[in-house]
């Protein structure tokens, strides 16, 4: 399977934990985005990467979340000390950006903190 | 205003009939426009760009009013399997995308 992959799929944590999620892209994706989604809502955006480079972050994306992507290729996006608002599908997509803009998304983590 | 605004639905509709929905978006600098569609639970998958001149795929037609900011798809023929969430989609060449909340359809044997 080509497509892009996140790990785990789904999350249960407790309040206050610091829980990381990972997004694989496919390969020759240069750009990888980060949302969130809760039920009834869009997808709304968090950060994206142009190759190594975090290029934009928004302002849902708090001091206790933080996104890397270190050698262009995955991604990892860790909340610190949870909270149960941060209960949410993450989903991770690429593209070949800007000028190739069809964006593909992963099937999502699913976090649940308690 | 929302950047990016739909109907949410439901729009419930039998077999066969004919839909259509709108969104609207605020940004006029948008250059790139999605159709997505999302199934319970399931991530969102692409289902169709939308070109200036309208495009069309099989039972699908896409359109964009740029005068009006707005972007339209109809589906034909509805069949049950195309019950899902809509989304609409907005960028401009370097900004992330911009998704609307949605518009749920349910397609009734």
């Known amino acids: 399977d080509t497509g892009v992959s996140q790990d785990p799929r789904h999350k249960i944590t407790k309040r206050g934990q610091n829980v990381t999620f990972r997004c694989d892209p496919i390969?020759?994706?240069?750009?990888l985005y980060w949302y969130r989604q809760t039920l009834g809502q869009g997808p709304e955006f968090l950060t994206y990467?142009?190759?190594?480079?975090?290029?934009?972050k928004s302002r849902l994306l708090s001091d206790r979340f933080s996104a890397e992507r270190p050698k262009g290729s995955f991604s990892t996006l860790e909340i610190q000390r949870t909270e149960q608002g941060d209960s949410a599908m993450y989903l991770c997509?690429?593209?070949?950006?800007?000028?190739?803009?069809?964006?593909?998304f992963g099937p999502g983590t699913r976090l649940t903190v308690t | 205003r929302k950047e990016v605004e739909q109907d949410p639905g439901p729009f419930n509709v039998p077999e066969g009939a004919t839909v259509a929905f709108n969104c609207t978006y605020s940004n006029s600098a948008s250059q790139s426009f999605f159709w997505y569609r999302q199934d319970c639970r399931k991530e969102p998958k692409l289902l169709m760009s939308v070109y200036s001149s309208g495009n069309e795929d099989g039972r699908f037609t896409a359109q964009l009013n740029r005068a009006s900011q707005y972007i339209s798809l109809l589906i034909r023929d509805s069949k049950l399997s195309d019950s899902a969430t809509y989304l609409c989609v907005v960028t401009s060449g370097n900004t992330p995308l911009v998704f609307g909340k949605g518009t749920r359809l349910s397609v009734i044997a």
């Open positions: 990467f142009q190759n190594e480079a975090q290029l934009e």
């Open positions: 390969s020759e994706h240069n750009r």
């Open positions: 997509a690429s593209s070949l950006g800007p000028e190739g803009y069809r964006p593909y």
